[in-house]
């Protein structure tokens, strides 16, 4: 499953540093705005205990971890949405994402440049989220014009059509999201908002990076933060805190070696990872696995998947062919030590095509 989160934000908000130590891929993060001309994409793999342990369980030749995608994508400015800054070219970039990391500085550092000249992460949100907005406005507009013929001849398709997309436009008139009016559409509304592929219907994960050592609005509880914290209550969005400059510093590093270097750094936590299974909670992804002498590895599904869609991240035939399935949790099957005594204790199910995988299943196809 190819699911991609686009990384984007104001210049010089710490990007393409976080990218680095998201990838572990050199790309160039220099001080000053426009450095990143094209994306750059990475596949990162999703930090899960539970795939060591299976694999350490089944001494797996191999171990293949479930993945999701980063797209470093250079900064927007004020008036991207009309070209400004290589606006088009960025906009068109994130439009091919399923999802977006906005990264939002909240560190003061007069050596750091800032587009805007001071810190207000509010404010940068703001700049950012009105360009997407301004675009999507665009794209509606447009959509909604070449309607008029279609809607003159009583089409029933264009009707829904514009219906859907007029909930939408006022909505962006308002400078509102997208997103926020998906649970005013029907059924029958949704694929034709789906299909217009706008910017702000995609769901957005906020990451503040901070600064080891430096001024971090959140440590001394500035007044900027307490309205960014609002904002993101008010709108119930989702954000992580990250040392990105800390992260990439230590993305060489493994185990107990790294959590040691992050402690005498000054991190908390581990940002990168905090993020990556993050994002992948808000894309609605869940991992299944396979284990076997072979190889243990973690497959990326969406939520809800039945069994034969699960099926599909193996092989596409999977879906068509699919018979049945043996499943059973990840840590029963660690607990009763074998397939063989999980089959004789009735532990390991056979389940048909209508079976809701869940997050942790250890299955096995048959088709």
């Excluded at 989220?129 to 003159?152: A, C, F, H, M």
């Excluded at 909505?171 to 706008?198: G, R, S, Y």
Aim: one cysteine or more; glycine letters at 8%; proline letters at 3%.
């Amino acid at each position: 499953m190819n699911i991609s989160c686009g990384i984007v934000g104001l210049p010089n908000v710490g990007k393409s540093t976080l990218f680095n130590a998201l990838t572990k891929k050199s790309v160039p993060a220099e001080n000053y705005p426009f450095c990143t001309i094209d994306p750059s994409v990475g596949i990162i793999a999703v930090p899960d205990e539970r795939l060591e342990k299976l694999n350490e369980f089944s001494k797996s030749k191999k171990k293949v971890p479930a993945v999701i995608e980063f797209v470093d994508i250079a900064g927007l400015v004020k008036g991207a949405s009309k070209g400004e800054g290589k606006g088009n070219e960025f906009l068109r970039n994130i439009r091919e994402c399923d999802a977006i990391a906005q990264v939002v500085r909240i560190f003061d550092d007069p050596k750091i440049l800032h587009v805007e000249a001071e810190i207000d992460p509010l404010r940068d949100i703001q700049i950012i989220n009105l360009e997407l907005i301004l675009k999507d406005l665009e794209t509606v507009s447009k959509r909604l014009g070449n309607l008029e013929k279609d809607l003159k001849r009583g089409d029933k398709e264009a009707v829904l059509e514009a219906s859907a997309l007029g909930k939408v436009l006022k909505a962006l008139e308002n400078e509102k999201m997208a997103i926020t009016v998906f649970e005013e559409l029907d059924e029958k509304e949704k694929p034709f908002v789906i299909n217009t592929q706008l910017l702000t219907s995609k769901p957005i994960l906020y990451v503040l990076n901070k600064k080891a050592g430096g001024k971090n609005l959140d440590e001394i509880n500035d007044e900027r933060f307490q309205k960014l914290i609002k904002f993101f209550e008010e709108n119930n969005a989702k954000y992580v805190l990250v040392d990105a400059n800390i992260e990439n510093e230590l993305k060489e590093f493994e185990g107990e070696e790294k959590e040691s270097f992050r402690k005498e750094l000054g991190a908390d936590s581990d940002g990168v990872g905090n993020l990556i299974i993050s994002s992948y909670e808000l894309l609605g992804l869940e991992t299944f696995f396979t284990t076997g002498e072979d190889e243990t590895r973690g497959w990326t599904i969406k939520k809800n998947s039945t069994a034969p869609e699960a099926g599909r991240a193996i092989h596409n035939d999977f879906k068509e062919k699919f018979i049945r399935a043996e499943v059973i949790p990840w840590d029963t099957l660690l607990q009763i030590g074998s397939y063989a005594s999980a089959r004789e204790k009735g532990l390991l199910r056979t389940e048909g095509k209508e079976y809701i995988v869940k997050d942790g299943d250890v299955v096995e196809f048959r088709i």
